[in-house]
C-alpha cells in the first residue's frame, strides 16, 4: 500500500471561530497540526505517496508540509475551484494518482481522529476482492451518522443515513470515514459537479451490484467537528488515549512545547497542550485544554476543556468551562464564560462584564 488520498477541503464552519484564519486539519491538536497526526500514521503504516485535496484557506498547506520529505512522504496537492463534495474531491485528483486499475488507494477524511488499523483495512480490502471497503465502527446513538449493516462475511448490504426512529436504527455500526477504492473505480465518479460518496456513489454502486466491504475496527474514533470534540481528541492525544507518532513530547498530564513559558506553581492536567510562545501566570489552572502559539493564560486564571486561539489572552482570575476563545481575542480579568461559549476573533471583553453559565 503506498498511495492515499486525504480530504481536507472543508469549511469547518462548525468550529468557528478555530477555522476562521486556519483550516480545520490545520488547527493545532497536541502542539501540531492535526493533519500531522494523519500524515504520521498514514507513514507508519506503509503510504508513501499522498495526495491532499484542499479547498478553504488552500494556500496554507503547502507552505507548511512541503513535498513531505521531512515526515518520509511525497505530497502532492490539488485545489478546487468549487467545493465538489467528498466524491467530487476523490475524482478531482484522480490524475495525480499513479496506481494501476486495480490497487487499491487509500482514502481519509481529514476531521477524523482514529486508531484504526490501516494495514488491516487494506489486507481486508485485497483479500475479499472488494471495490470498495470501508472503515466501520461501533458507537452508543448512531443517529447522527449513516449507518451501514453488513452481513455475515462482512459485506456490505444497505447505506442509511441519519436515522431516527428505532425502525431505522438497525445496526450500531457507522461510517467511519476511511475508506480503500480499487483505483478503476474513482474513475466512474462523475466529473465537474459536487458528487457525495455517502449520499451518491457508495448506494449508486451498491445498486449496481459492486462488492463493498466493511471492516468493523472499534478502536479510538472521534469526529472532530465540533470544538468540544477538537479540545478532547488533543487531550487524548497528549493522554495517550488516541494513537499517533507525531505527539512532539512525552505523553502524559501535559505537554508543554519548546518555546512555552509556564509558572512553577501553574498546575496543568488533563492533557493540556500549551504550544510555542504561549505563557501561563501563577497559580493559573489549566485541565484538558489547548492554549495555541502565543496566547498567555494571566495568574490565578482557570481554563478547563477549552482552547484558547492564537495570540489570545486570559484575563487574571478568569475562569472558562468549555470555552472557546478566537484567535487575537482579549478576555480580561474576573470573568467567566461556560457552556461552550464562543468569543470571536480579536473581540475584547472588559474586566468583570461577563458571567455567563450554561444554566442561564
Not at 480579536?346 to 458571567?355: E, I, K, Q, T, Y
Request: net charge negative; proline share 6%; aromatic share 4%.
Amino acid at each position: 500500500m503506498t498511495e492515499a488520498i486525504l480530504l481536507v477541503g472543508g469549511k469547518g464552519t462548525r468550529l468557528r471561530p478555530m477555522t476562521v484564519n486556519t483550516p480545520k486539519p490545520m488547527v493545532t491538536a497536541a502542539g501540531v497540526p492535526f493533519l500531522t497526526h494523519q500524515l504520521a500514521r498514514a507513514r507508519a503504516a506503509g503510504v508513501e505517496h499522498i495526495v491532499l485535496a484542499t479547498s478553504y484557506l488552500a494556500e496554507v498547506f503547502e507552505p507548511y508540509f512541503g513535498d513531505g520529505s521531512a515526515l518520509g512522504l511525497h505530497l502532492e496537492y490539488v485545489t478546487e475551484e468549487e467545493p465538489l463534495g467528498t466524491g467530487g474531491a476523490i475524482r478531482n485528483v484522480a490524475s495525480r494518482l499513479r496506481s494501476g486499475p486495480d490497487d487499491p488507494v487509500l482514502i481519509f477524511n481529514g476531521d477524523i481522529l482514529t486508531g484504526l488499523d490501516i494495514r488491516a483495512l487494506v489486507d481486508t480490502h485485497r483479500t475479499s476482492g472488494a471495490d470498495i471497503s470501508l472503515h466501520l465502527t461501533r458507537v452508543e446513538d448512531p443517529r447522527a451518522f449513516g449507518l451501514v449493516p453488513t452481513d455475515a462475511t462482512g459485506r456490505v448490504t444497505a447505506f442509511l443515513e441519519k436515522p431516527q426512529t428505532p425502525e431505522e436504527i438497525v445496526t450500531d455500526q457507522i461510517n467511519a470515514g476511511a475508506y480503500v477504492f480499487r483505483r478503476s473505480v474513482i474513475d466512474t465518479i462523475p466529473t465537474g459537479r459536487p458528487v457525495s460518496v455517502e449520499r451518491e456513489t457508495f448506494p449508486d454502486l451498491l445498486a449496481a451490484g459492486a462488492h463493498l466491504q466493511g471492516m468493523v475496527d472499534s478502536t479510538y474514533w472521534l469526529d472532530l467537528g465540533t470544538p468540544q470534540a477538537f479540545v478532547r481528541g488533543s487531550a487524548d492525544l497528549v493522554l495517550g488515549r488516541a494513537p499517533s507518532p507525531a505527539v512532539p513530547g512525552r505523553r502524559g498530564e501535559r505537554l508543554v512545547i519548546e518555546g512555552a513559558d509556564v509558572a512553577q506553581d501553574a498546575k496543568l492536567t488533563g492533557g493540556t497542550v500549551v504550544c510555542a510562545g504561549a505563557a501561563v501566570g501563577a497559580g493559573a489552572t489549566v485541565d484538558g485544554s489547548v492554549v495555541m502559539a502565543g496566547a498567555t493564560v494571566e495568574p490565578g486564571a482557570v481554563v478547563v476543556d477549552s482552547l484558547v486561539g492564537e495570540g489570545a489572552r486570559i484575563g487574571a482570575r478568569t475562569e472558562l468551562y468549555g470555552a472557546v476563545i478566537g484567535d487575537g481575542a482579549q478576555v480580561g480579568p474576573d470573568n467567566e464564560l461556560r457552556g461552550g461559549v464562543r468569543i470571536w476573533c480579536d473581540a475584547h471583553l472588559a474586566a468583570g462584564s461577563v458571567r455567563f453559565s450554561s444554566d442561564q
